[in-house]
């Protein structure tokens, strides 16, 4: 027994501080509208959104929500609509580390920016958002959060409002995000008829009691769209088409936030609805089918698709973001992996490979958000032989690129072998896993192909005769170099990652 | 009394009628207005069963929607501004700046 304990509420601290740093960036530009002082927005948004981090950490290695003796897995009472559990905290560390990286590098995008604080508060308010939905536990709180992440988002993608492209952008993810947030509530309404409640644990209840049985029309649907929604978050298929407009027109860094921390956060409330709220085998007794096989067709035809039209782009900034479609089809594999008793090694791979995601793709946007600070062009071509003038830069970003292609040393091979014995695992009691198993390894090799493609610009191709001095912004610099020298760590430091993502992931299925 | 079932079909026509909207017309604002059929199903369905099942969770969910459909459009609002200084136009199919 601590001599002094911490209030219940204060478990949410990562997501609490990042709220109280959203609302001290509004304060300033209420102080000094149209502030430039680009050191202290964006130092007091990495200083908030680095505390943010050392509290999930410190909570980590505190035990906070780990399983008590009592039976509670987390230090929240379920009926608050919020539940801190080790998976909640793992992804409120990736949030808040894509978080403090993109801040550190929009403090040389924004240059000449003229709405500094504006953009400052809106990527805090959504990382806010993001860190919510973590830790949500009632439909209810899963789509406040969600809208809390989605809107800042919208606002963020259209922020260069002089540039058409951002604003299409804008326009698309806006349009599609409106969309799909009312296909998902409708999903939420149609569960809340055949069950009469919205926290996940009460609903499970009701559908494993079987009282939820001459339901079984409405729950299914409500389900099928629940999926719809989740879909959108992470750009998989079917609501994939909005992602590579959105990140090809917005400013890079955000791009960069949406495609890392927006789908991670996605994909937390896919593993906490689906494993929570609709207990596999007693799902299938109600509506006649398991969810399983409805992630198994979208991973198969996510990570497909994303990878084939990625093989065909010439902008550079588009190819990545049908990479981060791909992507989002391996992580889908950690849901389609599930089984009645068990499955925790596959999601916790999945999880592992967002974390991992975070810092290489995180990384490779902002190596974009360099390009775009030099001014030196969209395409492949326009890369040509940047490696002489930029060696560090152009290292990180090879590094970045062989890590989401999953080439051995770095850590993105090691989530996707996870990955893939865990499918294989899953393939005893199911199938079709050997299928979703093939795929990722075709997929992946197929893959390489167009990430190689850019290193050779970088690497091998003769630069351009005529180019300007490249500059050397220490923002964006420091934040790749951090995000190139994680990705190499985290293979010395994989052994906890591991325990940290299959712990977290037993905390839901087991 | 009206059976919750009628009120189940009230909304799914509802919900209907804005998904129709949503992938038949062009002008962004209508666009609007569709989503907001579609969320207005949702609060349909809401209430209605939260009387058949007799708690008050759905009910109080609806207020929470409506205040987020009301957050939504403002920033869908601010966007369509944006669009029409820059593109003189609010139809959805104009800006193809980005083909793939």
Same mark, same amino acid.
């Given at each position: ?74 230090? $929240? ?424 993502? $299959? ?8 | ?100």
């Amino acid at each position: 027994m601590a001599i002094y304990e911490l209030p219940q509420w204060a478990a949410l601290g990562p997501a609490l501080l990042l709220a109280a740093t959203a609302l001290m960036l509004f304060l300033f530009d209420s102080i000094s509208p149209r502030s430039t002082n680009r050191s202290l927005l964006a130092g007091t948004a990495a200083a908030g959104s680095l505390a943010s981090l050392a509290v999930a950490v410190w909570f980590t290695a505190a035990g906070v929500g780990t399983p008590t003796a009592e039976g509670g897995r987390g230090v $929240i009472d379920p009926t608050h609509g919020f539940v801190v559990d080790q998976l909640a905290l793992y992804f409120m560390i990736v949030v808040a580390i894509v978080t403090a990286l993109i801040v550190v590098a929009s403090y040389d995008y924004l240059v000449d920016h003229a709405y500094q604080a504006e953009y400052y508060s809106l990527v805090i308010l959504a990382a806010t958002g993001m860190s919510l939905m973590a830790a949500a536990d009632s439909l209810v709180t899963i789509f406040i959060a969600l809208e809390l992440a989605s809107l800042p988002s919208y606002a963020l993608v259209a922020i260069l409002k002089d540039n058409r492209g951002s604003v299409e952008a804008g326009l698309k993810y806006f349009l599609i995000g409106a969309l799909s947030s009312a296909i998902f509530v409708y999903g939420i309404s149609l569960v809340y008829g055949a069950t009469g409640h919205l926290e996940l644990s009460a609903i499970a209840e009701v559908i494993t009691d079987g009282e939820a049985d001459p339901y079984g029309g409405l729950l299914g649907l409500g389900l099928l769209m629940l999926i719809g929604g989740v879909a959108f978050k992470t750009a998989s298929v079917p609501f994939h088409f909005w992602a590579p407009e959105a990140y090809e027109g917005a400013p890079a860094p955000i791009s960069a936030f949406l495609s890392s921390a927006s789908k991670a956060a996605g994909f937390v409330i896919a593993f906490r609805i689906f494993t929570e709220a609709f207990p596999l085998g007693e799902i299938g007794a109600v509506i006649g089918f398991d969810w399983t096989v409805a992630f198994i067709v979208l991973a198969i035809v996510t990570m497909t698709l994303g990878n084939f039209a990625a093989a065909t782009q010439d902008n550079v900034k588009r190819m990545l973001a049908y990479s981060s479609i791909g992507h989002a089809g391996y992580a889908l594999i950690g849901l389609a992996g599930l089984t009645v008793d068990g499955g925790e090694l596959v999601m916790g791979a999945a999880m592992m490979h967002l974390l991992v995601y975070g810092f290489m793709n995180t990384g490779a946007f902002l190596f974009v958000a360099l390009a775009e600070h030099w001014g030196v062009g969209r395409t492949f071509e326009d890369y040509n032989g940047l490696s002489a003038q930029a060696p560090v830069a152009c290292a990180a970003m090879a590094v970045f690129l062989f890590s989401l292609a999953g080439i051995p040393p770095f850590g993105g091979f090691f989530s996707k072998y996870f990955l893939f014995v865990g499918a294989i695992e899953a393939a005893a009691a199911n199938m079709a896993m050997l299928v979703v198993a093939a795929a990722l390894v075709v997929n992946s090799a197929l893959s390489l192909y167009y990430y190689s493609r850019l290193v050779k610009a970088l690497w091998i191709e003769e630069p351009p005769a005529t180019r300007d001095r490249l500059a050397q912004p220490t923002g964006i610099y420091a934040a790749i170099v951090v995000a190139a020298v994680m990705t190499i760590v985290i293979l010395p430091g994989f052994g906890p990652v591991v325990d940290a993502a $299959i712990g977290a992931a037993e905390a839901v299925v087991g | 009394m009206i059976g919750v079932e009628y009120y189940v079909l009230l909304s799914m026509a509802v919900f209907s009628i804005g998904l129709v909207g949503v992938l038949t017309r062009r002008n962004a604002l209508t666009f609007l207005m569709s989503v907001e059929l579609m969320l207005n199903a949702a609060n349909i369905n809401l209430i209605a069963f939260a009387f058949y099942h007799g708690n008050l969770t759905g009910q109080v969910f609806a207020l929470f929607t409506m205040a987020l459909a009301a957050a939504e459009v403002a920033v869908g609002l601010g966007i369509i501004l944006v669009l029409y200084r820059n593109f003189r136009d609010i139809d959805v199919t104009v800006p193809t700046t980005m083909r793939w």
